[in-house]
């Protein structure tokens, strides 16, 4: 039968407690010490202080319901084999008047796992780093496409080791104008091809500057067919004039 302490009894101190019994208590319960109970059922449970469950790390610990966690911690939440020592998971929850998060929505099999960024704001960015040189991986072990919808800036310098398909149009722009040849050759920025390095670009006059033999030069500054376009014939700075009359 269980051990009955009627409401009557204000509170309840132990400086152990181990039994295979219930326990029903209508007051309130300290207790100190180790305490070993097979199985505990609360409606509402407060704890202060630290609180650890489970004795070793490999204890299993389940929550059934909705959980929320509010703290200001830097470690809100950590999960990890050495705890918050270089932790698996950490949450940083210390930014004044935090209002930006994470959501992760999960479906049904074949429906896909959307994350998305929640705030108390209309419109919110979502960065994502790696630590100091490391590279970011998409798609680095799924065999399946990337898809990048909406209008993409890319800063640094792009690399396509697998070729470049398009299905629509396909704009290349640099972000200088263009220069005469007797301007600093770097400053120019040409589309390269292959290897070689063979390159196509515009300048606003008559090409004499050294590319890969091959390349193409459009003159801006061109006016009748021997002066709009050019070819590089000896890798150096020998460009002979490609006829553009009709």
Known sequence: MPILLEDHIPA?????????????FGGSLTVSGTTNIASVSLTDLTTT???????????????NGATTVTSTSASALTVGANGATNPVLKINANTASVAT??????A????????????SGADESLIINA?????????????GAVTITPATTITGLATLTGGFTSVANAILKS???????ACAVAAVVPVSMYSTNISVEVTT???THTRAKGSICINTGGSSGSTRLYINTDGAG????????A
């Open 12 to 24: 309840v101190k132990f400086g152990g407690l181990n039994t295979d019994k219930d326990v029903v």
């Open 49 to 63: 202080g630290n609180t650890t469950l489970g004795n070793a790390v490999t204890d299993t610990t389940g929550i």
């Open 101 to 106: 998060g994470l959501t992760i929505v999960g």
């Open 108 to 119: 049904a099999a074949a429906g896909g796992l959307a994350v998305s960024v929640i705030s």
């Open 131 to 143: 630590k100091g040189t490391g590279t970011i991986g998409i798609g680095s072990v799924s065999t």
């Open 175 to 181: 972000a200088t104008v263009f220069h005469a040849t």
């Open 205 to 207: 006059d008559a090409p």
């Open 238 to 245: 020998t460009w002979t004039a490609i006829s553009t009359v």
